[in-house]
């Protein structure tokens, strides 16, 4: 054998078993994406409200809210639910101001308020209780609030706003 022959050979396995770990790849990537059993799928059990029905004095209130305003109650709301889980008042006010996407992002929790937390990234309410807006910044129906959220040292939040049907409602929030 010459090593014209060899190097072919080489290049050959080689090309195989690229070939081979694509397949096996594909098959992997197809058998977790069709396979009932490894999707994550809405509980219907699940405590976490899509459909929100408040007081209507209530509703008039949080419609009424700007950006800034909106971020404010969200977290007053979501630290009533910290220090009390089965606050359900506060659940649905504070889920009255999540977006459709937000409140879908979230649908798999079993506890309103431990989805809450996953949400906000937070495992702990602030110890201060209290929200100092920084910043809002406004392009017609999209709004960003840099809050800040008093621990043992400031943490800034970044909460990202959009206007479903004149609410504005939380759509995600970043660090």
Same mark, same amino acid.
């Given at each position: 054998m010459n090593m014209r022959q060899i190097e072919e050979q080489k290049s050959s396995l080689f090309t195989n078993i690229l070939a081979f770990f694509f397949l096996l790849s594909a098959f992997g990537l197809g058998y977790y994406y069709w396979h009932p059993s490894l999707k994550?799928?809405?509980?219907?059990?699940?405590?976490?409200?899509?459909?929100?029905?408040?007081?209507?004095?209530?509703?008039?209130?949080?419609?009424?809210?700007?950006?800034?305003?909106?971020?404010?109650?969200?977290?007053? &709301?979501?630290f009533e639910i910290l220090a009390d889980p089965e606050n359900q008042q506060s659940i649905e006010e504070a889920y009255f101001l999540l977006s459709?996407?937000? &409140?879908?992002?979230?649908?798999?929790?079993?506890?309103?308020?431990?989805?809450?937390?996953?949400?906000?990234?937070?495992?702990?309410?602030?110890?201060?209780?209290?929200?100092?807006?920084?910043?809002?910044?406004?392009?017609?129906?999209?709004?960003?609030?840099?809050?800040?959220?008093?621990?043992?040292?400031?943490?800034?939040?970044?909460?990202?706003?959009?206007?479903e049907n004149g609410i504005w409602k939380i759509d995600f929030i970043s660090r």
């Open positions: 994550i799928k809405n509980k219907t059990s699940s405590s976490i409200p899509q459909e929100i029905n408040l007081e209507s004095s209530k509703e008039s209130e949080l419609k009424n809210l700007s950006p800034e305003e909106t971020v404010q109650q969200f977290s007053q &709301r979501f459709t996407a937000g &409140r879908q992002s979230i649908s798999y929790f079993e506890s309103s308020s431990s989805a809450l937390a996953s949400f906000c990234s937070v495992q702990a309410p602030p110890p201060n209780k209290e929200v100092v807006v920084k910043s809002v910044s406004q392009i017609q129906d999209k709004a960003t609030v840099e809050a800040v959220w008093q621990y043992s040292s400031p943490i800034s939040k970044y909460f990202n706003l959009v206007l």
